[in-house]
């Protein structure tokens, strides 16, 4: 597959992803999804009383490193790391996919306005609405765009770290009442559509193609 068809095709699954988001987000917005996201919830959610402290606060760990300043910490870390990779371009990408798909997420939760779970007391500080989830949202975001990014001997080990951030991201936050299945989903749609128009903006694997990427 050529340069152009290659991106031609990141664009189509942006957009695929884009719809996706939209579909879940009618979804939810619809209450459809309420009794997915109940039994999701009252499967996985943990209380103070029932759940190991350990296991609590490992996920407490996982949910603050993946939203606010410590969120922002390791982004600027990854971008001077993807500097190195590819160059600036690439680090603009990954800081400019990371910020706008952070906003677009923000505006979200002010637009739709669902309410937080209320199964069980919140495990986490939450000062929001519900829906997207902010930390799927930017996991999605980071992580898949850093593993597209990385040269070929890192690759594998960076698609390993993304499935394991967004994985960790998510069952976080419904294990800590914090979130709905469904609102993890829909930012998680969201973040990979923002990481697939960055990865169309610096060129699919084109700093590989033309042997700037530093291994």
């Known amino acids: 597959m050529n340069i152009a068809a290659n991106r031609i095709a990141i664009i189509r699954c942006a957009l695929i992803a884009a ?3 939209a579909l879940v987000s009618a979804v939810a917005a619809a209450g459809c999804a309420d009794g997915f996201d109940r039994q999701i919830s009252a ?3 943990m209380t103070a009383d029932s759940a190991p402290q350990s296991w609590i606060l490992f996920m407490q760990g996982i949910s603050w490193i993946g939203g606010g300043l410590p969120r922002w910490g390791i982004v600027i870390l990854l971008c001077a790391l993807v500097w190195h990779w590819c160059g600036p371009r690439c680090a603009v990408a990954l800081g400019g996919a990371s910020l706008l798909a952070n906003l677009a997420s923000t505006l979200l939760k002010i637009a739709v306005g669902r309410p937080r779970p209320d199964l069980v007391p919140h495990l986490d500080h939450v000062s929001s609405a519900s829906y997207p989830s902010g930390h799927a949202t930017s996991a ?3 992580y898949l765009l850093l593993a ?3 040269p070929p001997r ?3 080990a960076a698609w390993a770290l993304a499935a394991t951030m967004i994985i960790l991201n998510a069952f976080s936050r419904i294990m800590l009442g914090v979130h709905w299945a469904s609102d ?3 930012g998680t749609l969201l973040g990979a559509a923002f ?3 960055a990865v169309w903006w610096v060129g699919p694997r084109g700093a590989l193609q033309t042997g700037t990427i530093r291994e």
């Open 184 to 186: 993890i989903v829909g």
């Open 140 to 142: 999605a975001a980071v």
């Open 19 to 21: 719809l996706l988001f």
């Open 43 to 45: 499967a996985l959610a």
């Open 148 to 150: 597209w990014l990385a």
């Open 195 to 197: 990481a697939l128009i």
């Open 154 to 156: 890192w690759r594998t």
